[in-house]
């Protein structure tokens, strides 16, 4: 998937997102560019610094649907962060680093699944031996003979041996046959509860370079307890147990600090609430210190992390705003610079909203369709219906505040209110959502103005 065109990118993405063309061709080039810098000579492969990207559009557009789909196409690490979150250092919240550390934490847990998915039918096998064992203990040893009494000899056959290899080979095939599932085994299971120790600081404990829960993990004894369990559950908590220690920790966080640096993607949402207004105090002296605290990190620096130093040279930054109050202008010059390319998306009309509702892989009629199928109710959506929910979209949208494909939401559960609640006792089981049925459901709250402020 690494190696796809740019034009392959977009007909993936249209699968899922609806128009915005412009902002589909601006992230497959950027895609592909990391594609060809791995091709270049070694040389020339560090200077070539990805291409940052600032998606411009009202919310509800696909701004955020367009970055996630891309990271799931490419199977990149991804991390999806609104702006605001963050403080300048010095003030009590989170800072920037945080976010670089988040995305590594994120692919070596995904890593380290797929991994354990890998081991394990290997640890599923040492499980089960070590269940047998918990149900067939091995015959003690017969103990040492004091010194004073006269040591007897003693003649060994195979007999025993023979006759427990048989008895545990039996217990196997009961084991895997589910007929020992009802029985109950003692574990000892590793507690994980531990000690809350609250440390005031407006400092991140990263930040500090050290990880406390770790460091009171190797201090302190790793507290077990027993647990009577039913035989199914203690086979599972086993494998897990195998499948942790078959994995190589280092060699997948080897990997995934690779794959952050190399093709790690950073959502960076709400960027435009960090802009200061003019002139203003209060809550707002930080934001232009969290821009310039920004700067570093999107421009190329290394951050301290648990696992190590990672560097940012070649992570791709999509940043995206509204930009409602404010332009991409009003953002401090330096970071204005580190976002090259700028992408307006188009404001949703009518057409977009009928497409929205029947062409995606995942639209929302379908999503409806199937839940009530799960209460044996059959929806069908007539043509009619699909354009009076648009039509209704686009008005309420334009009176009122334009929230995007996010108003269909809102009217979709408005209109099919009755029917959800009411579908498990329902005696007709087929619903037809018409035009008609639509007005009825609708068209008063949208004709209240106030009214539809509130519940559209």
Known sequence: MDSLKPSEIVKELDRYIIGQHRAKRSVSIALRNRWRRRQVPEGLR???????????????????????RLSKLTDSPFYKVEASKFTEVGYVGRDVE???????????????????????PKARSIAEERMLDLLLPPKPRPSQPD???????????????????????????????????????DLDVADKS??????????GMEEMGINFKDMLGGLLPKNTRRRKIRVPEALEILAQEEAQNLIDMDKIIQQAKEKVEQSG????????????????????VSREGVQRD?????????????????????????????????????????????????????SLNKDD???????????????????????????VFESDAIDRIAAIAEEVNTHTENIGARRLHTLMECLLDDV???????????????????????????NDEDLSRYIL
């Open 265 to 284: 993607i950073i959502f960076l949402d709400e960027i435009d609430k960090i802009v200061g207004k003019n002139g203003g105090g209060g809550p707002d």
């Open 420 to 446: 959800l609640f009411d579908a498990p006792d329902m005696p007709e089981k087929r619903i037809v959502i018409n035009g008609d049925y639509v007005d009825a459901k609708l068209k008063a709250i949208k």
């Open 194 to 203: 531990m000690p809350t120790v609250e440390i005031f600081s407006n400092v």
């Open 353 to 379: 909203f009928i497409r929205i509702l029947t062409e995606p892989q995942n639209a929302l009629t379908l999503q409806y369709t199937e839940l009530l199928k799960t209460e044996g109710v059959e929806v």
């Open 294 to 346: 920004l700067l570093p990190i999107v421009e190329g620096s290394t951050v301290t992390t648990k696992y190590g130093p990672v560097k940012t040279d070649h992570i791709l930054f999509i940043a995206s705003g509204a930009f409602h109050a404010i332009t991409p202008s009003d953002l401090i010059p330096e970071l204005q610079g580190r976002f090259p390319i700028r992408v307006e998306l188009d």
């Open 98 to 120: 945080s976010m670089v550390r988040d995305l590594l934490e994120l692919t070596i847990n995904l890593l380290k699944s797929r991994e354990q998915e890998t081991v394990k």
């Open 46 to 68: 560090e200077e070539i610094a990805p291409k940052n990207i600032i998606l411009i559009g009202p919310t509800g557009v696909g701004k955020t649907e367009i970055a996630r």
């Open 147 to 185: 010194a004073g009494k006269e040591l007897q000899l003693e003649v060994v056959t195979s007999a025993p041996t023979e006759e427990s290899f048989s008895t545990r080979e039996k217990l196997r095939g009961m084991l895997r046959a589910g007929k020992l599932d009802t029985r109950y085994v």
